[in-house]
């Protein structure tokens, strides 16, 4: 979710294919059978990982005991950058880590699909259709990544708010903003430095402003930018800075990690926050006892919408199709994927794993409340647009912020953007 960085070709090239230790594919054995896998991703060099790759690495060498397994970390604000030069050369990592939705979508033609492979994982594991384009499957999700909006009961106590009742209309819920302002608590706490926090925002509340059809339809692709409803969306962004209702300087904070210290250190009373393994419940309960975390649903906009959880698959493995030897690759993405490799990471990180069958009852009042509205929960709103129509639209809000563009101006852009595919 991070800005990426811009590289001058030569040198991308340069760390893709030379200092990234996957230059080459995979090393054949006289056997036919990989000696060497590489993976690339952002996350298997964090401690709260460790333990998942460790069990991941298990699995996979009691299927493949001679083949070595190279995990190459790269930073994620360079990670993108440096796949779609390795992409171009035609030549990298064996297995690429992926956001779900357009990260991945747009990469599809570099990737082997994964249908024949996964088929006894589906019933398992959740979160698929972010990892699939036209029918097909190219990435196995690891985690769910989703939106709640997290709030701060010990503040909700100290406005005189019923912590156990949170507002369930906007109107309930900007009075609300004004009584926590009253007690010294910012609403939000947002960071939108990167522009990411729009997406957050238009997934988060979309439930509450659309109505199901215009969801439903939104998500299938048949996205009506003229909609009232669409446009309302945008304009709540605009009225809430205006507002004051989030902290100051919002567009010069950065989401990773300053906007979630916000809300930890109890300037800010809630946040639409993530479900995987960062800023998300786990995290806040460092310094929120877990009885003070609540997760409420988006408040109603429009009557008669039915406010659900934001959720998709939101991390996940997926097999490059320059790799030599598909099968094994595959099989080491189910190494990731398997139970105890995400037992394993869900207990470390906290991250809401992919697997359906993972037992979460101790995680505390918020996890059970998330893992309570996966049943109902729809896929978020902005994971079905564009990378490039995403980070149009972080720009764009950025100047709404900051009063440099309109409404309505930003809506025709993103329905152009959108548009044009």
Partial sequence: MKTRVVWSAVLVAGLALTGCGAATGPKSSPGGEAGKLVVWDWKSGEASAASYVE???ADF???HPGVEVEFVAQPFDQYYTLLGAAIQAGRGPDVILFNGGGQLRDRVDALTPLDGYVADDKQRLAG??????DGKVYAAPVTLQGHPIYYNKALYEKAALDPARPATTWSQF???CAALAKAGATCFALGNKEGAGIQFWLSALGSGVLTAQEYDAWIAGRRDWKSPNVRRIFQLWKEAGDAGLNNQGANSTAMFNDSFALFQSGKAAHIIGLMSDVGHWKDFSEFLTADKLGVLDAPVVTPG???????DGGIGYGVAKWTKVPKVAADLVRSLTSTEALQAFYQAAGAIAADTTIDVSQGGPAVATIVSRLRTGKPALHVALSSKTLELMGRLSQQLLSGSVTVDEVVKQLAASDQAG
Wanted: positive net charge.
């Fill in 55 to 57: 069990k991941a690495k």
């Fill in 128 to 133: 698929w259709e972010a990892f699939s384009k």
């Fill in 305 to 311: 919408s039915t406010p659900s959880l934001p959720y």
């Fill in 61 to 63: 060498a009691r299927k």
């Fill in 174 to 176: 900007v009075a609300d």
